[in-house]
């Protein structure tokens, strides 16, 4: 019996199997032959068309046209059949130009929809980001701002009476805690066993690892949020112009208790470390468990329409990118409104003692101190609710509204000017 190739075989990675076994000169499958007639070689060598596919041909097979389907993976069918369905078995000149065409702009259009979403959600937003931290530690404001109407306006004043720098102050010291936070969770996972990644073969033991990683870094991260958390709420009529490394040499400084001299109700960061990681940790298994959820979802039904032959080549092609970036977006969004009232206590136990003289929210010019004397996490919960109701701890909810919207809209722009692209190159 001749050796059978195995299902999805890449033409590259398979050394092991019946050629290994019986070799190309003993009495196995593949006795050794010459290919001196041309009669041995149209059994093994194909047609320029054929080399892309890699496929290794056996005895009595045909190479199979482009046209035709061809069996593969769920993810491989429709970008092989995209590529290389429009060819057909001879002229594959004007085809590979097509395809080195097609292969540039999807490697252009996925750094573009990557830089799309980074902006969205790190620039485009930073605006709701600002408004809505500042109207989660007023607690004087008697306008929640629960819509974004009021948000608007609110938005419109500050803009009006500080200028735009108002609603992007604080914005590079995002960036340092991004980067804070991805630089401790990396160290700490190369000195320590903690997995950074969960494998597909989880236990329960991995993923307690895993999240105690997480735990470690939102506390290296800690003293750095609270710094950034102050320059974003700190109002611009007040406030000198600070060096983008400010953010550093304050959060340094809150751990070594020097800088910039707090009240004495400035909560110790021991304090702080429970709600901070509480926040933190289930912030990331909220997002993970629905981002993987949604992909999950969203694969399965690109995989129903590649099965019943009913997607276009353009349909594929965003298939590839789009099904993460709206996982993305939708675990980010539930996890922020799940988490709101949560992270509503945290920044005014973040903030009190600090001596930050916010905006006024209610009227958009004027500045109000904060003096609160929350105890810690539980007198904060039970202050709020008695003084400002449930609806206290909703108070900016308004901004995510506007923060999310944004963010679907660009999302919709650069898929329809990617769909554009690709469907002026077919």
Not at 187 to 203: A, D, G
Not at 225 to 245: C, K, M
Not at 332 to 347: A, F, G, M, N, R
């Amino acid at each position: 019996m001749h050796p059978r190739r195995p299902d999805g075989f890449d033409g590259l990675g398979y050394r092991g199997g019946a050629r290994d076994e019986q070799g190309f000169g003993g009495s196995g499958a593949f006795p050794a032959r010459s290919f001196s007639a041309s009669s041995d070689l149209s059994h093994w060598v194909t047609t320029p068309p054929d080399i892309p596919g890699s496929r290794n041909l056996h005895w009595g097979e045909k190479s199979p046209a482009y046209a035709a389907p061809v069996a593969s993976t769920p993810l491989e069918g429709p970008v092989e059949e995209l590529f290389l369905g429009g060819r057909g078995g001879s002229g594959g000149g004007g085809g590979s130009v097509r395809e080195q065409n097609s292969e540039q702009l999807n490697r252009f259009a996925g750094f573009g929809i990557g830089l799309a979403s980074l902006f969205t959600e790190n620039v485009l937003a930073h605006p709701c980001i600002v408004l809505r931290r500042q109207c989660q530690v007023n607690y004087h404001a008697q306008n929640y701002h629960l819509t974004p109407f009021t948000v608007i306006n609110i938005m419109y004043n500050f803009n009006k009476t500080q200028g735009p720098r108002a609603l992007w102050k604080g914005m590079g010291s995002t960036f340092i805690v991004q980067g804070v936070t991805l630089g401790a969770e990396g160290i700490i996972s190369e000195f320590t066993p903690l997995p950074r990644e969960i494998s597909h073969k989880w236990n329960p033991k991995q993923i307690g690892e895993h999240l105690l990683l997480k735990s470690l870094t939102y506390m290296v991260a800690m003293p750095f949020y609270s710094a950034s958390l102050i320059e974003t709420v700190q109002s611009e009529i007040i406030r000198e112009n600070t060096g983008i490394l400010e953010c550093v040499k304050e959060g340094i400084g809150r751990v070594i208790g020097m800088g910039v001299p707090h009240s004495k109700r400035l909560l110790p960061l021991l304090s702080l470390i429970f709600p901070t990681v509480l926040h933190g940790v289930l912030h990331y298994i909220i997002s993970s468990i629905i981002q993987k959820f949604v992909l999950l979802i969203l694969k399965r039904k690109t995989y129903n329409s590649h099965l019943a032959e009913s997607t276009s080549p353009v349909q594929s092609m965003l298939d590839a990118y789009f099904p993460e970036l709206i996982a993305n977006f939708a675990a980010s969004l539930c996890s922020d409104v799940i988490l709101y009232p949560l992270e509503t206590v945290l920044h005014r136990l973040h903030i009190q003692g600090t001596r930050t003289i916010i905006d006024n929210t209610d009227l958009g010019y004027e500045v109000l101190p904060i003096n609160t004397q929350y105890e810690g996490m539980r007198d904060c919960i039970n202050t709020i609710r008695q003084e400002e109701g449930v609806l206290g701890f909703y108070k900016g909810f308004g901004a995510v509204v506007i923060q999310y919207t944004l963010h679907a809209a660009v999302l919709q722009i650069t898929k329809i000017i990617y769909s554009t692209l690709l469907q002026n190159s077919f």
